[in-house]
Nanobody
Framework: QAQLVESGGGSVQAGGSLRLSCAAS????????MGWFRQAPGKERERVAG???????WYTTSVKGRFTASLDNAENTLYLQMSNLKPEDTAMYYC????????????????WGQGTQVTVSS
């Protein structure tokens, strides 16, 4: 059974760094779009960063310049390097995968991990 398993979350002070990992097992997601999403208490889930099926990274505006998404196809693992973390980055972070409709376009992320908690204190 295909699975995505996140790891690397934790508690850090503002300005600190964390590296999240998303390991895929049971299936390969080569050619898929892979992404990181987050959800804070009382807020809707939002897109954070990811890599599309052309291996082109994308970022939401609030994390540009601070977060780096990368995909290691050999290890079937998606990473999210987070630097200069802010309290507003506090959330549960989820990894997800989506099959492409065409190059650069994946309309529906429908494979999800269980999440890893990131807490940033001021």
């Amino acid at each position: 059974q295909a699975q995505l398993v996140e790891s690397g979350g934790g508690s850090v002070q503002a300005g600190g760094s964390l590296r999240l990992s998303c390991a895929a097992s049971g299936s390969t997601y080569k050619g898929y779009c892979m992404g990181w999403f987050r959800q804070a208490p009382g807020k809707e889930r939002e897109r954070v960063a990811g890599v599309d099926n052309r291996n082109v990274p994308w970022y939401t505006t609030s994390v540009k310049g601070r977060f780096t998404a990368s995909l290691d196809n050999a290890e079937n693992t998606l990473y999210l390097q987070m630097s200069n973390l802010k309290p507003e980055d506090t959330a549960m972070y989820y990894c997800a995968a989506a099959a492409p409709l065409y190059a650069g376009y994946c309309p529906a992320y429908n494979i999800w991990g269980q999440g890893t908690q990131v807490t940033v204190s001021s």
